[in-house]
């Protein structure tokens, strides 16, 4: 038993991972997350780092740090244009597969790890699941942000369950996706149209269609500083792209009435939460995605 867990150490030690993180005008959240990726022992990894940003100082920073811990990266720049997310995950998908990176991580820059296994115990776990995650804690209130995730078909969403017992589930969010590289061969990259918000619902649907295995691995945690780059859940941002892609997302990929309407009902409700002005932002973005061609 301890020869085949030998084995597969260097097994995993000898795989090689490409970690795809993009920024975007948040250079105050890079420290932790650079030092938290120096951190990580035992593992053969390389940094694909997107910039979106409209400042000079996230790339900037990032090149800092990125030089003070001699960490190995790939810098894209996109010169200050934002392609959105699910375009610049796609690039460093892209770089990463040319590379010959076994191992895929999808990952925001806004996360904290403080221990020095995390990307090494995920990858490990590669061995029996095609997908993993991690538990995840918002960061600094504690709360858990993520355990465990499923596809709520009648409402059209994606929940974060707090079911503990299950260790295979069908969905969790891109902050932290580690996958075999030849999942994103046989079910595509992102949905570039999607630019942020249910990029990764329509990516873990294709992936749970095809018959993958997600591997929640609760013994790893993170801490996830939520909503750093989009303002909150009433920004501008925040009110079209959830409201337009959650429609999207659902013809797309459940194709019924009844989720439809309870979407387009529930951001009615949310009318006395938001500002007067942003009342003709929620109608466009229902109006964008139930017109938005499938």
Known sequence: MKANLGKKLAM?????????????????ILNDFFESINNQKNI??????????????????????VEQYKLPVTFIDNKGKNVGVAAGNNQ????????????????????????????FSLCLSLNEYDLVTPKIYAYPEGDVWFEEGYFDNLRGTTPHSLITDKSVMPYAPTCFLICKSEIFEVCGIMDEWYFAYYDDSDFLYRVNKAGYQLGFIKSVYIQHKVSSSTGGSYSDFTIYYATRNRLYFIRKNIKKILPLFFTVLSRIFTFPKIKYKQYGLLVKAIIDGLRAKV
């Open 12 to 28: 995993n030690q000898c795989k090689r991972l490409g970690l795809v993180t993009v920024l975007y005008n948040s250079p105050e």
């Open 44 to 65: 053969n990894f390389h940094l694909y780092v997107i910039d979106n940003s409209s400042l000079s100082e996230p790339l900037a920073l990032s090149k800092v740090l």
């Open 92 to 119: 460093g998908i892209k770089a990463a597969l040319s590379d010959g990176c076994h191992y895929i991580g999808l990952i925001n820059n806004d996360l904290i790890f403080s221990k020095s296994d995390v990307l």
